[in-house]
């Protein structure tokens, strides 16, 4: 079990063989950036701007109306074809157009419409007129006293004579009036003449009549000669169309919000996933890709040393001397390398100032002190140790007046044991700075790269590896900004075996919050 130390008390901790493997914690961060980004990007994107933009019309009255509107126009449209459809197939339709087309009616108006039927009516006419009975009695009682007279022989013979051209002419115009009747009742013998008054007396006839001038057949062909007008064409065409956008419209809705992707984003749209990401922003980073040093982020000295005498300097504790950039090696990670190498540096000794000194060994060490400060935040590193004894590995920050003094990874006796704390001067009343310090075992730090983390609000330290919480303080919280520092030192006496040894640092952000 893992043991932590605050000053004199032990706390017991699960093993850190509980920490994920910071590939799979790269990893993951790398894919929830990605999904943040890809989350943002669809945030963004035109098609949820077009989607939003759908659903609100969808949602408008503008739309409800419009759809309500060409549903009742369609409907009626609908409910007139259906009308003519239900008409045309009833009996009584198609009792009429059948009637209609049949060969006895086409054959009646043949027979109404020939010169037989229109001389037959004449006859008829005349032939039925009182002026014709009367005229053929008027004639025949004039032959009749003719005759008499005749037969008196009263007459002179030019009288006589007088008589026949008289007679002559009355039985012409007898013969003219019978001939007329005699062809009457010939013609309405005749098989046309008597079809045709029979058909048109006929009760299917009469109610062909009857129906062809009712108001149900007249609207009935009005709707008819509508139904096959341009008009109606049109507005069903136009009906179809504008409700097929509609539905297009609603269907691609429909899709959208049914698809995966949308699916996706909702869920991660009302979760908590991204809070992490979204609530840092990078305020300073290097991933020590260049062949050299960046300079313009890194001292390769002590800040104090630098301020004071503008060159590198050790402390007064210090066995390997911390070169000026010397042991230093970037490109990929930064590399400090502690090895056996004799050396001539400044030490820091009270109450003397700088003095000169020799040194069996030479480190190296990094910080912002000139870059970047920052007062609460997160400060991570991903670091490998490739540990020896006795050196001392660490990523720290620290005061511009040195203290308050965090250490964010230090590394000292053995590769399994980590502190982590912070240093501090809690009041004046007392003498010498104050540690509030947890101690981790059951991790070999020399394995792998670990990301060390320290988040840094006003009320709370908390230190990370691989995102496991390991530590927390919240007490005595540094209210000031603070510097970085990557450094490895030599505090114990040493022969130098198993050196050289290093501290590789692939990469370091700072964050604060956004």
């Not at 259906?82 to 006895?104: A, D, H, P």
């Not at 010498?432 to 792998?448: C, F, I, N, T």
């Amino acid at each position: 079990m893992a043991n932590i130390a605050f000053g004199n008390k032990y706390f017991i901790f699960s093993k850190f063989s509980s920490i994920p493997k910071t590939s799979k914690i790269e990893a993951d961060r790398a894919n929830l950036k990605k999904e943040l980004e890809e989350f943002n990007e669809f945030n963004d994107s035109d098609e949820l701007k077009s989607f939003n933009e759908l659903s609100k019309y969808l949602e408008s009255n503008e739309h409800k109306s419009l759809v309500s509107t060409l549903q009742k126009d369609k409907s009626v449209e609908e409910g007139r074809i259906k009308l003519y459809e239900t008409q045309k197939k009833s009996r009584q339709f198609k009792s009429f157009f059948k009637f209609k087309n049949s060969s006895k009616l086409k054959e009646y108006s043949a027979i109404a419409a020939s010169d037989e039927l229109a001389k037959y009516n004449k006859l008829k006419e005349i032939t039925s007129s009182a002026n014709f009975a009367s005229e053929k009695n008027k004639i025949e009682a004039e032959l009749k006293k003719i005759k008499e007279k005749e037969k008196q022989k009263e007459s002179k013979d030019a009288k006589a004579e007088n008589f026949a051209s008289q007679k002559k002419e009355l039985e012409n115009k007898l013969e003219g009036l019978i001939l007329q009747e005699s062809e009457y009742h010939k013609l309405s013998k005749s098989r046309n003449i008597k079809f045709h008054y029979k058909f048109g007396k006929s009760q299917r006839y009469i109610d062909f009549l009857a129906f062809q001038k009712s108001k149900e057949l007249k609207d009935y062909l009005a709707l008819e000669e509508y139904l096959s007008s341009a008009e109606h064409k049109e507005l069903m065409a136009s009906l179809i169309e504008r409700e097929a956008d509609e539905n297009k419209k609603i269907k691609e809705h429909t899709d959208f919000k049914n698809s995966k992707k949308y699916k996706w984003y909702l869920d991660l749209k009302g979760s908590t996933k991204f809070d992490d990401l979204k609530k840092w922003k990078v305020v300073f980073e290097d991933d020590f890709s260049g062949k050299q040093l960046d300079q313009e982020k890194w001292l390769p000295r002590y800040y104090w040393g630098d301020k004071l005498i503008k060159d590198a300097s050790a402390l007064e504790h210090d066995k390997a001397f911390p070169t000026n950039g010397k042991n230093i090696e970037t490109g990929g990670t930064l590399k400090i390398i502690t090895k056996r190498e004799k050396t001539e540096g400044k030490v820091w000794k009270q109450p003397f100032g700088f003095l000169p000194k020799e040194f069996e060994f030479t480190t190296g060490l990094v910080n912002t002190g000139k870059s970047h400060r920052q007062k609460f935040g997160k400060i991570e590193a991903k670091i490998k140790i490739n540990f020896a004894q006795p050196v001392n590995y660490n990523f720290w920050m620290v005061s511009e007046n040195n203290l308050p003094h965090i250490d964010i990874l230090k590394l000292q006796k053995k590769k399994s044991k980590v502190d982590m704390g912070h240093v501090y001067n809690a009041s004046s009343s007392k003498q010498g700075p104050e540690r509030k310090m947890a101690e981790y075992s059951g991790l070999d730090v020399s394995q792998d790269f670990f990301i060390y983390t320290l988040e840094w609000s006003k009320n709370k330290l908390t230190w990370k590896i691989n995102d496991v919480v390991v530590n927390e303080q919240t007490q005595h919280i540094p209210n000031e900004e603070m510097y970085l520092v990557f450094s490895s030192s030599m505090t114990d006496k040493a022969n130098g075996t198993g050196l050289p040894a290093s501290m590789e640092v692939d990469w370091v952000r700072c964050y604060q919050t956004a």
